[in-house]
């Protein structure tokens, strides 16, 4: 249980997934904001493995690895941020009033947002030491397998990962319900699109 809760703050961290449970449900709703996070988890369960495979500290401790793993994740961010940034420049010619500020702009297909969901959380470099540095500092040497260890400290952190992200999630469909209308809309997507640029921009300069 102490896991848990180190792993939940851990997982409360606001980053570029937490982002985009916020923003997927502000276009989507709650419900299709959470189909969107198991793309994360799904991600996360991949580097669980690795880590039980005892592929984890190889990769941690590979600087080519977690730089190529890095710069992935930068252009993927950049490509994230500058698309949404596009999209609401394009939109700004759209008509306001009460029909406009009922729904947001966008409702991309359900598989876009696992894809987005996954692709953002496998290229993040943090999430391989997450996986390869933090969670085996909880293993127990004499109380059992190692193995079977990492596969359920692996599993509580999923569990405290989905948690986190339906609280983000649950402020994005709050802020859904006030029926925004495109204006704001677009003001909060160049918001979302500006905050990736930067994750991006701190991504890159990490591997500089």
Same mark, same amino acid.
């Given at each position: 249980?102490?896991?848990?809760?180190?792993?939940?703050?851990?997982?409360?961290?606001?980053?570029?997934?937490?982002?985009?449970?916020?923003?997927?449900?502000?276009?989507?709703?709650?419900?299709?904001?959470?189909?969107?996070?198991?793309?994360?988890?799904?991600?996360?369960?991949?580097?669980?493995?690795?880590?039980?495979?005892?592929?984890?500290?190889? *990769?941690? #401790?590979?600087?080519? @690895?977690?730089?190529?793993?890095?710069? %992935? =994740?930068? +252009?993927?961010? $950049?490509?994230?941020? &500058?698309?949404?940034?596009?999209?609401?420049?394009?939109?700004?010619?759209?008509?306001?009033?009460?029909?406009?500020?009922?729904?947001?702009?966008?409702?991309?297909?359900?598989?876009?947002?696992?894809?987005?969901?996954?692709?953002?959380?496998?290229?993040?470099?943090?999430?391989?030491?997450?996986?390869?540095?933090?969670?085996?500092?909880?293993?127990?040497?004499?109380?059992?397998?190692?193995?079977?260890?990492?596969?359920?400290?692996?599993?509580?952190? *999923?569990? #405290?990962?989905?948690? @986190?992200?339906?609280?983000?999630?649950? %402020? =994005?469909? +709050?802020?859904? $319900?006030?029926?925004? &209308?495109?204006?704001?809309?677009?003001?909060?997507?160049?918001?979302?699109?500006?905050?990736?640029?930067?994750?991006?921009?701190?991504?890159?300069?990490?591997?500089?």
């Amino acid at each position: 249980m102490g896991f848990l809760a180190v792993a939940l703050l851990v997982a409360l961290t606001p980053g570029a997934n937490n982002l985009l449970a916020l923003r997927h449900a502000m276009v989507r709703g709650f419900g299709a904001s959470m189909v969107g996070v198991c793309g994360r988890l799904v991600a996360f369960a991949v580097l669980v493995v690795a880590v039980v495979a005892g592929l984890g500290p190889l *990769l941690s #401790a590979s600087e080519w @690895a977690l730089t190529a793993i890095r710069w %992935a =994740g930068v +252009v993927y961010l $950049a490509y994230l941020g &500058s698309t949404i940034l596009w999209a609401s420049f394009r939109r700004r010619g759209e008509p306001e009033g009460t029909a406009a500020e009922a729904s947001a702009p966008e409702r991309p297909p359900l598989a876009a947002l696992v894809r987005k969901e996954f692709l953002v959380a496998i290229t993040n470099p943090k999430a391989v030491l997450v996986f390869t540095a933090f969670v085996p500092q909880f293993v127990v040497h004499g109380h059992g397998s190692v193995t079977g260890q990492l596969a359920v400290l692996g599993a509580f952190y *999923l569990v #405290a990962e989905a948690a @986190a992200a339906g609280v983000f999630a649950a %402020a =994005g469909s +709050v802020i859904r $319900a006030v029926r925004l &209308s495109y204006r704001a809309h677009r003001r909060m997507d160049r918001a979302t699109g500006g905050v990736l640029l930067g994750m991006a921009g701190l991504l890159a300069a990490e591997s500089a």
